[in-house]
């Protein structure tokens, strides 16, 4: 019902930024919370920022201070916004969405931090 297409991930230095974007197509209406999870090698996957219909955010606490979620003024489009990015950010970054009580889920981006 929804599709969710990540961009914006690569290679960036230890203290540098990144900016993912997901944009949602197909069944928009009703969205209720879009967000990002990441998971690395040998991890399992974990929430990193989610942003709500209504605009509140909620963030890992590993991030915290670190990354800001936000959403477009149509409410289609998911960025993150990653500064003084760590080795250990380094994962796969995969845009979800929910939607009537079902999760949605992007193919992923790679981040690669380098030391």
């Known amino acids: 019902q929804v599709r969710l297409v990540e961009s914006g991930g690569g290679l960036v230095q230890a203290g540098g930024s990144l900016r993912l974007s997901c944009a949602a197509s197909?069944?928009?209406?009703?969205?209720?919370?879009m967000g990002w999870f990441r998971q690395a090698p040998g991890n399992q996957r974990e929430l990193v920022a989610t942003?709500?219909?209504?605009?509140?955010?909620n963030y890992a606490e590993s991030v915290k201070g670190r990354f800001t979620i936000s959403r477009d003024n149509a409410k289609t489009t998911v960025s993150l916004q990653m500064n003084s990015l760590k080795p250990e950010d380094t994962a796969v970054y995969y845009c979800m969405c929910r939607r009537l009580g079902l999760n949605y889920w992007g193919q992923g981006t790679q981040v690669t931090v380098s030391s």
């Open positions: 942003v709500d219909s209504g605009g509140s955010t």
């Open positions: 197909g069944s928009i209406f009703g969205i209720s919370v």
